[in-house]
């Protein structure tokens, strides 16, 4: 079956501009994580959906990142005023429920100018 | 808090040779440990998990770890390698109430030379 996907898988940006992030996880999961794979930090958790519930947002390293979840399924994670230490591969994965193993997409590198 | 260390950032092998890559860890409460692998131009793929029960688990592709309690440790292991295994390796915690939540460590690279 399909896995999770995302887009685009390249963003090239210059600093101050706005991006948007794509996550398409699999059918039927209903948990959703954002991750960060940074030279200088690693892979970072940024912010988890599960449900309707709250989502967990400590992960998320300043205010000018944001994401949501339309209809339980796709979510977008945006960028404001990128700044270049936020140049990184960003991850989504998604489960069936949190206990449940982590699918993790091929990524969307960005690069901020 | 938690944190993970992998202490070797590369490590080469010649095929056939047994490999070990080193995973520690801190944390208070019980844990929930992994190894992911990320092979070239691939994402992450789920190698191994320790949840609960027997201490040695195992992959399907002849790798395994054992979950060491009292060294806070969860070593992967190979007992001869292949070419194709040449990947990143990435150990993974997790724990208590926010067991969703994987704090990685830095990744080894395992080079496997013919």
């Known amino acids: 079956g399909a896995g999770v996907s995302q887009s685009p898988s390249n963003k090239v940006t210059e600093k101050g501009k706005d991006v948007e992030l794509r996550c398409d996880p699999i059918s039927g999961h209903t948990a959703l994580y954002w991750y960060r794979q940074s030279l200088g930090q690693g892979l970072e958790f940024l912010i988890y959906f599960q449900g309707n519930s709250a989502p967990d947002k400590s992960g998320l390293p300043s205010d000018r990142f944001s994401a949501e979840r339309t209809g339980g399924s796709v979510s977008t994670l945006t960028i404001q005023r990128t700044q270049q230490e936020d140049s990184a591969v960003y991850l989504c994965?998604?489960?069936?429920?949190?206990?449940?193993?982590?699918?993790f997409g091929p990524g969307t590198r960005l690069t901020v100018l | 808090a938690q944190s993970v260390t992998q202490l070797d950032s590369q490590v080469p092998v010649f095929e056939e040779a047994p490999v070990e890559l080193r995973c520690n860890y801190s944390?208070?409460?019980?844990?929930?440990l992994f190894w992911y692998v990320q092979y070239p131009n691939q994402g992450l793929q789920l190698l191994l998990k320790?949840?609960?029960?027997?201490?040695l688990v195992e992959s399907i592709n002849g790798f395994e770890a054992e979950f060491n309690k009292s060294q806070t440790s969860f070593h992967l292991r190979k007992p001869s390698v292949h070419i194709s295994d040449t990947a990143e390796y990435f150990c993974?915690?997790?724990?208590?109430?926010?067991?969703?939540?994987?704090?990685f460590g830095s990744g080894t690279r395992l080079l496997v030379r013919p």
């Open positions: 320790y949840l609960s029960g027997s201490t």
């Open positions: 994965a998604s489960s069936l429920g949190h206990w449940d193993t982590q699918y």
């Open positions: 944390s208070s409460v019980s844990v929930y």
């Open positions: 993974a915690v997790s724990e208590g109430d926010s067991s969703y939540k994987l704090i």
